[in-house]
């Protein structure tokens, strides 16, 4: 399935069944495997597909928000409706018919999924953040939703799990933030926050000119730290979650510290080079997990969040 921009024009669900709309959104997912966790395959098969449902959604809007052509804010707004048909009709997108029975079966409200909208509604016309408070509150709508819908699947609705989860997905979105600030930038956008970049001495020209200055360094070194102690924070659910879900958690906590690991090497520099894993990394990342699960210690060694 060749879909490199979701169209959110209905696709023909009609007479379709569930199962053929759950296997539209594995499709989807397999098609993008370098953003959906490798440890996911190692889930039970009857939770994995309403975590494809999820995947649907979640690459959909995201989509929507970055790269679609047209009225952006319109086609998110049928986005929305097609949601709210999961909660009071049948929707007529195929992913959405999938999303409805995920919905359905582990009674998932209807924030979460609609905060993502939001946060791509805002991308539409907020292009920098004043401060990390606010940084942080586009945070809880872009990522923090992602991982309390995946809780909802595998069982938990204790709010003091969701809040350890909110700092791990938190973690993960400012990771990519500082990963990818030059490409952002190309994209009109800055989520280094004004405030931390007036105190470092940081001006838009030295991002627009790909200039990494040593006070954009010990900016990005600053911005690094800080969201080390997130992840630290929120490591605390990998002991508290159902098996299923330990290691898949582990490996995005590993895979976001690993890319603040990259940025660390390469002094800092975000601007001239994009810091990335490869797929070795990747499986290596995944075989450690596995092994130490396995003989039953904590997925992740402690020294990964030195």
């Known amino acids: 399935m060749d879909l490199p921009v979701i169209d959110p024009a209905p696709r023909t669900f009609g007479a379709a069944t569930p199962e053929s709309a759950f ?10 495997y370098e953003n959906f966790s490798v440890g996911t395959r190692l889930i039970p098969k009857g939770v994995r597909r309403h975590l494809y449902a999820v995947y649907a959604f979640c690459r959909g809007v995201d989509d929507l928000g970055d790269e679609a052509s047209g009225d952006r804010m319109a086609l998110l707004d049928e986005w929305e409706r097609q949601l709210r048909l999961c909660y009071e009709g049948m929707p007529s997108h195929v992913y ?15 924030e979460p999924f609609l905060k993502l909208i939001e946060a791509n509604r805002r991308d539409q016309t907020v292009k920098r953040h004043p401060d990390y408070a606010e940084l942080l509150d586009y945070c809880d709508h872009s990522a923090n939703p992602v991982g309390r819908i995946a809780l909802y699947v595998f069982g938990h609705r ?12 938190t973690a993960l979105q400012l990771t990519n933030f500082w990963q990818d600030a030059a490409r952002d930038y190309a994209m009109g956008r800055i989520y280094i926050p004004q405030s931390d970049m007036a105190d470092y001495g940081v001006s838009e020209e030295t991002i627009a000119q790909g200039n990494a200055t040593p006070e954009f360094r010990r900016l990005m070194r600053f911005e690094v730290e800080r969201t080390k102690d997130l992840f630290r924070r929120g490591y605390a659910l990998a002991h508290r979650v159902v098996k299923p879900v330990r290691i898949d958690l582990a490996l995005f906590t590993a895979g976001g510290l690993s890319i603040l690991r990259a940025i660390e090497k390469q ?20 075989g450690t997990a ?12 402690q020294r990964m969040f030195n």
Request: proline fraction near 7%; include cysteine.
């Open 23 to 32: 296997r539209a959104c594995e499709a989807l997912a397999r098609s993008h």
């Open 96 to 110: 959405f018919a999938a999303l409805r029975e995920t919905i359905r079966e582990f009674d998932i409200p209807a």
């Open 158 to 169: 204790e709010p003091e799990l969701h809040a350890l989860s909110d700092y791990t997905c």
């Open 267 to 286: 002094d800092y520099d975000t601007l001239s080079r994009r810091p990335a894993l490869s797929k070795f990394g990747k499986a290596r990342l995944l």
């Open 290 to 301: 596995w092994l130490r699960s396995r003989v039953g210690l904590s997925p992740l060694p």
